[in-house]
């Protein structure tokens, strides 16, 4: 995984509606719609640029408008944020990072059970 820099939550909510679109290139347009209800269009094209030169979007025209093509995929962004998550906050406990959420009441029963199922699973794999 290529080293990404962490995007300001505006820039990942833009991101996000890039990798939800169901066509691709993306159409600022389609963009620019999907979140008019939380910015003006100048925004959302600003916050587009900016992901451009981070070197997530790449924009080509088609005729008048911009389409934008992700080159950081969701799942590797992801995964890259929750690996800097549980070191900066954790120190690499994966089990405080499981118990802060457990204390929180943000972990349900079926939550618990689905982890120590996915766990006894890794546990089988590596066998």
């Not at 300001?8 to 290139?25: C, F, N, T, Y």
């Amino acid at each position: 995984m290529r080293e990404t820099k962490r995007l300001p939550d505006a820039e990942l909510a833009v991101m996000q509606e890039v990798w939800s679109a169901p066509e691709r290139p993306v159409p600022s347009a389609w963009v620019t719609e999907r979140l008019a209800d939380r910015w003006k269009t100048t925004s959302v094209l600003t916050f587009l640029s900016r992901l451009c030169e981070k070197g997530f979007l790449q924009c080509d025209k088609q005729g008048k408008m911009n389409v934008y093509t992700p080159l950081v995929s969701q799942d590797d962004y992801g995964e890259r944020e929750s690996v800097s998550l549980l070191r900066r906050f954790y120190r690499g406990s994966v089990r405080d990072l499981v118990a802060s959420l457990s204390h929180t009441g943000a972990l349900t029963r079926e939550d618990l059970d689905e982890l120590r199922d996915f766990l006894d699973e890794q546990g089988r794999d590596e066998r």
